[in-house]
């Protein structure tokens, strides 16, 4: 009985990115008399069907996008008499849906890191259930990946979780619903201990993949202060605390290592959690700008964020401080009207974001959005060969609509076109070129454009495109760049890199005023 984990994707691109931690996790959680995992990820190559034997286990780990693809995998894993479990947000979300259309053996909900040796050892017992809830792991029981699997040379980026959990509550997103909203950190040391041991391999550029890795705000500590609660005070700078902690170790690792994570915009209001983040050699982040009004911030319960100039000049502090920034924008919210287009393009220039991406509102399950969206059709929503749109990752992905959600004034191929639109011109070579003042070099600038180039290759026309011509193409070009890309990427190994002895925090990271 071999064990298969497998990553479903549409896409084979050769080269990926960044790698899906999970498949590695899973393969670490996976007990030594099951031997090593087979690992497929199909963002590199699709699966051999010929590899599965029967009586082996195909773990299939779905999100809404690649769920339909996980789904046809199932059903020839379980015609190969593999024995088939699903894991994942999508099927924490939907298990029933799992179960009908995936041919399932069992699914698994919630996070796999403790529950997933359980269902290995059901299997071997022959007592598999249908149904296991993984629940929320504690910080201090995540699994730390199985980083000897990696196959050489595939990926550009390796990545670490620090923190599981976010405790907003934006419209759009269903991660503070899947993975909670009280942060659940890992212990610094352990996090270090799995990156020296990515450095030793040779990989030099990090994801830390949280869901927020700022998740305790100067505002939190001054409500918290306000409200006069003393329990909540101390659990936000204890939280704070570790933050500070973590930065403080992953400073002392080689100088040439790059972190990229995702945070909030209130980050920029506080420059030392910033300094701690430069020295800490976390160079970029991901921020979700999402709209420049405040009508739009509004609509996706993102009030916490700034409009206008305030916005651009928010944003700048990031980038004042040493961090660059990746701008995530929406587009099609009902607040939108033709000038948001032109307005936001503007913006991210002014604002000097080092990157940024243009994504079209799309109403995902485990969303406020989705739920809003689901019920205005009071159960008779229009369909796509008999599957109802409500559904829409059911439909294969060339009838699939590629926009759902009404806008009280532009039609959906408008609000695609000026989508498009945008993204062409933030990447067009001229603005590009521009941006790549941000490096020094000739050939970092040079380094900077192909980048630039395979960013929107990989993520605008491949997922915004509803002409298959284009996608193919985009796929072409995507493959043909990242070649190049992944020799930039690549650091030379440290096999005798050790970790760090825990430091001191020499910063406190509270405010004097919060102190309680
Ligand atoms: S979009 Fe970001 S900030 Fe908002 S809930 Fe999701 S993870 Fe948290």
Redesign the pocket.
């Given at each position: 009985m071999r064990v298969h984990l497998v990553n479903p994707s549409d896409l084979s691109f050769g080269l990926a990115v960044i790698t899906p931690r999970w498949l590695f996790v899973l393969a670490a959680a996976t007990p030594e008399r099951f031997g090593d995992p087979v690992i497929v990820d199909e963002t590199l190559d699709r699966l051999d069907p010929e590899t599965l034997a029967p009586g082996d286990v195909c773990g299939i780990g779905i999100h809404t996008g690649n769920a339909l693809r996980g789904y046809e995998i199932g059903r020839i894993a379980h015609a190969r008499g593999a024995i088939v479990v699903y894991g994942g947000i999508h099927a924490t979300l939907f298990p029933d849906e799992v179960l009908e259309h995936g041919a399932a053996h069992a699914v698994v909900s919630g996070d796999g890191d403790q529950i997933w040796q359980t269902v290995l050892t059901d299997i071997e017992a022959g007592t598999l259930q249908p149904r296991y809830d993984g629940g929320r792991v504690a910080g201090t029981r995540f699994q730390p990946a199985r980083w000897d699997l990696l196959p050489n040379g595939r990926y550009m980026w390796a990545s670490v979780q620090t923190v599981r959990g976010?405790p907003?509550?934006?419209s759009?997103?269903s991660?503070?619903r899947t993975d909670g909203q009280a942060p659940r950190h890992r212990t610094a040391t352990s996090v270090v201990s799995e990156i020296v041991e990515l450095r030793r391999r040779g990989f030099r550029f990090i994801a830390l993949a949280d869901?927020?890795f700022y998740p305790v705000s100067l505002q939190d500590l001054a409500q918290a202060a306000r409200l006069k609660d003393p329990t909540r005070l101390r659990d936000l700078e204890r939280q704070r605390a570790d933050r500070f902690e973590l930065m403080a170790q992953l400073a002392q690792l080689p100088a040439d290592t790059v972190f990229f994570t995702?945070i909030?915009m209130e980050a920029a209001e506080d420059p030392e959690f910033l300094d701690a983040m430069r020295e800490a050699h976390i160079k970029g982040a991901l921020v979700?700008v999402e709209s420049v009004t405040p009508e739009g911030l509004k609509a996706v319960y993102?009030n916490f964020n700034l409009a206008g100039a305030a916005l651009a000049e928010r944003l700048r502090a990031f980038r004042e401080r040493g961090v660059h920034v990746l701008g995530s924008f929406i587009f099609g919210l009902p607040t939108d009207h033709p000038g948001t287009f032109d307005a936001t393009e503007a913006l991210a220039r002014d604002a000097r974001l080092t990157f940024a991406q243009f994504v079209m509102l799309t109403p995902f399950p485990g969303t406020i959005d989705f739920e809003k969206w689901e019920r205005s059709f009071q159960g008779d929503a229009p369909s796509v060969d008999g599957i109802p749109i409500t559904r829409h990752w059911l439909i294969p992905a060339d009838r699939r609509p590629k926009y759902y959600m009404p806008h009280p004034t532009m039609t959906p191929d408008e609000v695609r076109e000026r989508t498009q639109r945008v993204w062409d011109g933030f990447y067009s070579t001229r603005h590009v070129w521009e941006r790549s003042r941000c490096v020094l070099s000739i050939r970092a600038r040079l380094a900077f454009v192909l980048v630039s180039k395979l960013y929107r290759q990989m993520y605008a026309n491949t997922g915004i495109s509803t002409d298959s011509a284009r996608r193919s193409s985009s796929m072409r070009w995507a493959r043909w760049l990242s070649r190049p890309c992944r020799r930039l990427f690549a650091g030379t190994p440290m096999p005798d890199l050790q970790v760090p002895e825990p430091r001191p925090v020499v910063r406190a990271g509270i405010p004097v005023e919060f102190r309680v």
């Open positions: 976010c907003k509550h934006c759009f997103c991660v503070w869901d927020n995702q909030t979700g993102k």
